[in-house]
């Protein structure tokens, strides 16, 4: 049975994320599998938690179910227990689910584990670099935002609420997270490989501001 819970949880997922925003489709939680798995490499922790919380953390984002953050938590585990997978294991996961959004991240860190630090670093490495950049942009042109409006600054003293409700423009997202997470990688090699899409970033925004202002 638990030798297909991760080829289950995958039909699971691409069924629920049929009609997802291009930013956070299958392919989104696909790549943070992948970044999952290389920071493995080098950092030990369960795989079968890792993997399944990769696949399992954005069953329902909360910016899509109307700030509703209970409904993916509860939907990644009525999947495990309806597939009877081990019930402190089910726990873990769930708990790697709860805390590893970035606007979580405003409260404090509250919960944390090997799995976790994997899962998230993960997470926050797909939205940054060159995927981040086309994500932003997505994001901000699913919910009709602008680009780039000089007259409304980037906020870098956000808190949780705020940040949930900013309607700044998608150029502003760089400077409210998308640059602070080098700094927030938990892992060795997460961090190495943060790195190098952060000096991507920093390229960019470079040549966007040399062109527009
Ligand atoms: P988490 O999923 O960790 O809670 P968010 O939901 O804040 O993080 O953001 C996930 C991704 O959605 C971001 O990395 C970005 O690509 C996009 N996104 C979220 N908010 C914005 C925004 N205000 N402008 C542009 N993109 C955004
Ligand atoms: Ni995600």
Redesign the pocket.
Known sequence: MEKNIIAKAENFVKHELANAEG??DWWHIERVRINALRILKTEKADSQIVELACLLH?IA?S?FYNGDEEIGPAKAENFLKQEGFDDEKTKHIIKIIRH?????SFDGKKFTSDEMDIVQDA??L???GAI?IA??????GH?G?EIYNPGIKPDEKLNKEK?KN???P?I??FY???LLLKEMMNTKSGRTMAEQRHEFMKLYLEQFFSEVE
């Open positions: 930013g956070h954005d984002d910016k590893m959004s970035f606007k979580n997470d926050r797909d939205a940054i981040g994500r932003a942009f997505n994001y901000g919910k935002r940040y900013s309607k700044s998608s502003n997202h409210e997270k998308l």
